[in-house]
């Protein structure tokens, strides 16, 4: 993992401390500038629910499909918190996981208490995932990974330009998942997931579950 790699991850975390910093002490909800910022410490409370299925660490629980959270750039968890909001993600009635996360997401009343919760799970430290599918092929999934690369980065650090998240870390059970469901139709057709639709047509490029499994097993390869 090279130092700019790392850097371009962290970048969204040091950001949203550093707007946490230039916030008013004690501001609830606080606006700066009609801009709303991350509080981390209203986060962390908010967070308390998270727990109960991404773990005390964000670090996720394969027994009930809850991904790994921790670290994950804090425009990616508002975007996608907001969506699950909307019923962009999370509606499809085979989206058993889906439907988990969505009511959650409804829990958080406004735009800045998910702020805060965003800003609270970019800050906690990213974990190496435990490898737990067999069968694939990193050498056949690193040619499959090429078209890829233009949103995910070659190292899998993801673009906040281009809307991608970082894939690097993610648990491989929860990438096969997400690979079904957006070639399934069952993630990424609601009108209102546009950038979901983006990967609906991406996952078309994967032939069948073992494409799936060996790109899968090269972005393994990826992990800080
Ligand atoms: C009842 C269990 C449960 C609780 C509580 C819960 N989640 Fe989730 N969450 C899930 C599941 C299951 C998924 C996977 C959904 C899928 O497969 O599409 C998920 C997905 C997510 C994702 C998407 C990850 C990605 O890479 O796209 C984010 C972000 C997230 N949750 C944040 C939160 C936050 C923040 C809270 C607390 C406010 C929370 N979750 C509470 C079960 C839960
Ligand atoms: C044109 C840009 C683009 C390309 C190329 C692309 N993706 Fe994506 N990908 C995205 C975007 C945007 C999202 C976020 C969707 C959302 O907001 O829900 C995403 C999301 C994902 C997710 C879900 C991550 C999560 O945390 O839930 C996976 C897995 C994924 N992409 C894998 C791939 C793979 C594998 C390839 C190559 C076969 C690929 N992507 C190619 C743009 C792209």
Known sequence: ?????????????????????????????????????????????????????????????????????AGLPGWYVLSTIQKFKSGGRGMHPEDYAGMRMRPMSLTLRNDDDVTHVAAYVAGLPASQPVPLLEGGDATRGAALYAPCIACHMPDGSGSAALNAPPLQNASDWYLLGQLKKFKGGIRGSNPLDPFGALMVGMSQMLADEQAMKDVIAHIMTLAD
């Open 1 to 69: 993992m090279t130092e700019t790699a790392r850097g371009f991850r962290v970048f969204p975390v040091l950001a949203a401390l550093a707007l946490v910093v230039a916030a008013p002490a004690g501001a609830d909800g606080a606006a700066d500038g009609g801009i709303a910022v991350g509080n981390v410490e209203r986060g962390e409370t908010l967070f308390h629910l998270c727990t109960q299925c991404h773990g005390a660490e964000g670090q996720g629980n394969p027994d009930i499909e809850a991904p790994a959270i």
